[in-house]
């Protein structure tokens, strides 16, 4: 099985709630295995308080030009969306790397065979790493000045089932995009993190309105409840069908949980056993653990 932590607005405390789930979820004897598939800036392995490991490069197709077969006929470059193809005036072809997409289009067009041929640039990596909370954490992370995060979610989600351990847990990029979504894909619960804040409101129902075109049983945790108008949230929940399973305060633990590295989940402070009410919430949702 697999569940999705999401929420519409970036930094809302998605990842803090994903890690602290992970470890709260290993805790009460749940099998399981975390995906960060925020690939454009993963953190669930700072809060986690570990160092990526097990690097594997993420490569993308990308034309290489035969000039002594190449005639010149301009078709590569008119059949790439992406414009990452531009010709001469005699319509001799070049590629901009970093606007190609990968799509092979020029590749299936051109006329002779040959002229173009393969080569892969490194557009990221994904890494597999053992914690000492018992589950194994798999992170997609872009390279920087890379555009196309899909690859990379694409990739690390693949990794992840290759080495998952009963659930699969994935912690998705903030927004509602088509990573997001390919992020989500499969999940049977999706709990989104939210805040509420006028731009916290306004992403969640972003959020759950796609767990609504998704068909995903959808729960709200509303994080730094105590800040805002949290009515609000749960009159979204209602009006979407999604429950709101759990409120967590503005607090300095967890800044100081953060900042050590050290899953609050782990220590004596109240906020901890937040964490651990929604493990339960969700073991039980899992039917006693998988």
Not at 208 to 229: F, K, S
Not at 240 to 258: K, L
Request: charged fraction near 25%.
């Amino acid at each position: 099985m697999q569940i999705a932590i999401s929420g519409g607005k970036g930094g809302t405390g998605k990842s803090t709630v994903a890690t602290n789930l992970a470890v709260a979820l290993r805790k009460i004897g749940v099998k399981l295995t975390l995906a960060d598939l925020d690939v454009e800036a993963p953190n669930d392995h700072i809060l986690l308080g570990v160092e990526l490991a097990n690097e594997k490069p993420v490569n993308q197709f990308m034309p290489r030009f035969d000039y002594s077969k190449c005639t010149k006929c301009r078709k590569c470059a008119e059949v790439c969306e992406e414009h990452a193809i531009v010709t001469l005036r005699d319509g001799t072809p070049f590629l901009m790397p970093t606007l190609c997409s990968g799509c092979r289009a020029c590749e299936i067009v051109c006329p002779v065979p040959g002229a173009i041929q393969e080569a892969f640039r490194t557009i990221g990596h994904t890494y597999v790493t053992p914690t000492p909370y018992g589950f194994t954490l798999v992170t997609g992370k872009l390279k920087e000045g890379e555009e196309r995060s899909m690859p990379l979610v694409v990739a690390a989600k693949r990794r992840a089932e290759e080495v998952r351990e009963g659930l699969l847990m994935v912690d998705t990029a903030a927004g509602t995009g088509n990573t997001v979504s390919k992020a989500i894909e499969s999940s049977k619960l999706l709990i989104a993190v939210t805040e509420p804040t006028p731009l916290g409101i306004h992403d969640t129902e972003l959020i759950l309105e796609l767990g609504r075109l998704m068909g995903i049983p959808t729960w709200v945790v509303v994080n730094r409840a105590d800040l805002g108008e949290k009515e609000k949230v749960y009159e979204l929940a209602r009006k979407y069908g999604a429950e709101v399973v759990a409120e967590i305060p503005y607090s300095e633990n967890i800044v100081r949980s953060y900042v050590e590295g050290k899953p609050i989940v782990l220590t004596d402070y109240p906020e901890a056993e937040i964490f651990t009410g929604l493990a339960k919430r969700v073991a039980e949702f899992l039917g006693g653990g998988e």
